[in-house]
């Protein structure tokens, strides 16, 4: 890892929400959703070509990732980005500094406050705000690895250094600091060292991209000087991590947009796992905690539960979103569908029923309905139903097939 590599600990690299947006404007959430799992693939095929010593392959794989989710976030805050508004770091500067304790010892709040400064272009401001930090707590790893950041830079190399060795003193989980001692090891032509520093933070995030390219980077260095720096890296989880608060963005953002869960539904079964729609459910009867009567939310918590296996749950939830609209059709249509597999014929021809009087034409609706009259032994309005499905698609040849065996 040479130090023209090095500065991409500087370099301003695309967030989340600009990442998700890009895909947005390209296809919607249902893009967004393909790319960060794209993403997860490209962070995999890095890992296992960086543990088979193909480190420019892994490199390319693990920069690809990067592109998709620079981030390397779960899938709840990588969705949830797509609605952030644009940062406005200047104001945000003022309104932390106005609800802050300048002499106080919260933490987070003067971290931010100094980051806003720095990105206002208040450099020294940002520095002396957590210098003032570290002098009320000189315990806290995360002042000395912000300080650190900020310093390195600004190129001054030798106190970052030693801002970083510090928080790992004080932390030695602190997989940033981690990274940030590793690079500036990397300066002094040491890569064996990075390599050292870097794998230990692969195994504390496995799921971070930029680590694993920096350690491809470290390991070729140190193969290229003649040294043996062997890593095993660490395979990232295979679900996404949905802390409380990714998923609290993530149900504001339902309760808005409930269409939203289309995008989720709308991939093939082999693309996502249970644990996904798991955090979807969960995150769905969090937007319903604050709008339990919004209907919408109830029949897409629905369709979730329905995707994960849950059918009595499902129809729960859809019977609440026709309770509260009981002309919400698509509700309707899904309860004719749940009833139908659960082998309650009489309530299954009862809510397409109601769908059809609401003004429904869905050739397949009809063709269900048929199905249900031909099982119930109503021959002449399952052919009818059948001649219905047909009108409105020709080519249907189920329900022409249906009907043609009508006795």
């Avoid at 062997?230 to 339902?254: F, K, N």
Wanted: a negative charge; aromatic letters at 6%; glycine letters at 6%.
């Amino acid at each position: 890892m040479s130090a023209r590599q090095v500065p991409a600990i500087e370099r301003p690299r695309a967030t989340a929400a600009e990442s998700c947006e890009t895909a947005a404007a390209h296809g919607g959430v249902a893009a967004a959703l393909q790319r960060y799992y794209e993403a997860q693939d490209h962070l995999r095929r890095g890992v296992c070509l960086l543990n088979a010593g193909a480190y420019d392959a892994a490199a390319a794989q693990f920069s690809a990732a990067l592109l998709l989710n620079p981030d390397h976030a779960g899938l709840p805050r990588y969705l949830a980005a797509c609605c952030l508004p644009e940062r406005r770091y200047s104001a945000a500067a003022a309104h932390l500094r106005r609800g802050q304790n300048i002499h106080g010892d919260d933490e987070a709040i003067r971290i931010s406050h100094a980051l806003a400064l720095w990105k206002a272009g208040q450099t020294q401001r940002a520095i002396e705000t957590l210098r003032d930090g570290l002098r009320q707590n000189r315990d806290s790893a995360e002042l000395h690895f912000q300080l650190g950041t900020l310093l390195a830079a600004l190129d001054d190399y030798e106190e970052a250094e030693l801002r970083f060795a510090q928080a790992i003193n004080l932390d030695g989980q602190h997989a940033d600091a981690l990274m940030g001692l590793a690079l500036c090891r990397a300066l002094h032509h040491r890569p064996q060292e990075a390599v050292t520093y870097l794998s230990r933070a692969q195994k504390r995030r496995p799921d971070d991209a930029h680590i694993g390219l920096l350690l491809a980077y470290a390991l070729k260095s140190a193969a290229e000087q003649g040294a043996y720096a062997p890593t095993l890296a660490q395979m990232p989880t295979p679900d996404p991590v949905a802390d409380e608060e990714s998923i609290e963005q993530l149900s504001r953002l339902i309760e808005a947009e409930p269409d939203f869960v289309d995008a989720f539904l709308s991939l093939p079964a082999e693309q996502v796992n249970d644990e996904v729609f798991t955090m979807l459910a969960a995150t769905i009867q969090q937007a319903l905690a604050r709008q339990p009567e919004h209907a919408d939310l109830h029949y897409h918590c629905g369709r979730v539960l329905e995707r994960l296996g849950r059918p009595s749950e499902a129809i729960a939830e859809t019977e609440r979103a026709v309770a509260i609209n009981p002309r919400l059709v698509q509700a309707l249509i899904q309860l004719g569908r749940l009833y139908h597999q659960t082998d309650r014929l009489a309530d299954a021809t009862t809510r397409l029923e109601q769908a059809i009087a609401e003004g429904v034409e869905y050739a397949d609706v009809y063709y269900l309905l048929g199905n249900l009259y031909q099982r119930r032994g109503d021959i002449q309005r399952a052919r009818g139903a059948y001649r219905s499905a047909l009108r409105i698609n020709e080519r249907f040849e189920a329900a022409r097939e249906a009907l043609a065996a009508l006795p």
